[in-house]
C-alpha cells in the first residue's frame, strides 16, 4: 500500500503561481521505484484530466492545457512529486489529485483545491 498526500493548494490570483506537493509513503516503497508519477485534476462537472506526468527514463508529459505554464518534478529519495504552476488563470480552478503507479499497482491522493480568482 501507498498513502499519498497532497499539500500546497488554496486560493490565488490570476497571474499568480503555486506549487503543489505531494508525499508518498508505504513500506513497499523501499523495494519498488515509482513506475509513474501525475498530477491530475477535475473541475465541477467536468472529467479528471491529466495535468502533468513524470514516467521512468521518459520526459515529463504535459496537457495540453497546461503547456508551457507548469513544470511537474520528483524528489525521489524524499519520495516527493511537485506541480509548480505559473500565470494561472480561472480555468485552472480544480481539485489537484497526486497519483502514482508502483509495482503495477496505482494510487491516488485525496486531492488539493487550487482555486484561481479575484
Known amino acids: 500500500q501507498v498513502q499519498l498526500v497532497e499539500s500546497g493548494g488554496g486560493l490565488v490570483q490570476p497571474g499568480g503561481s503555486l506549487r503543489l506537493s505531494c508525499v508518498a509513503s508505504?513500506?513497499?516503497?523501499?523495494?519498488?521505484?515509482?513506475?509513474?508519477q501525475s498530477w491530475y485534476r477535475q473541475a465541477p462537472g467536468k472529467q479528471r484530466e491529466l495535468v502533468a506526468q513524470i514516467r521512468s527514463r521518459h520526459k515529463p508529459n504535459y496537457g495540453d492545457s497546461v503547456k508551457g505554464r507548469c513544470t511537474i518534478s520528483s524528489d525521489n529519495p524524499k519520495n516527493t512529486v511537485y506541480l509548480e504552476m505559473n500565470s494561472l488563470k480561472p480555468e485552472d480552478t480544480a481539485v489537484y489529485y497526486c497519483?502514482?503507479?508502483?509495482?503495477?499497482?496505482?494510487?491516488w491522493g485525496q486531492g488539493t483545491q487550487v482555486t484561481v480568482s479575484s
Open positions: 497519483h502514482v503507479v508502483v509495482a503495477d499497482h496505482d494510487y
Open positions: 508505504g513500506r513497499i516503497l523501499n523495494v519498488y521505484s515509482f513506475s509513474t
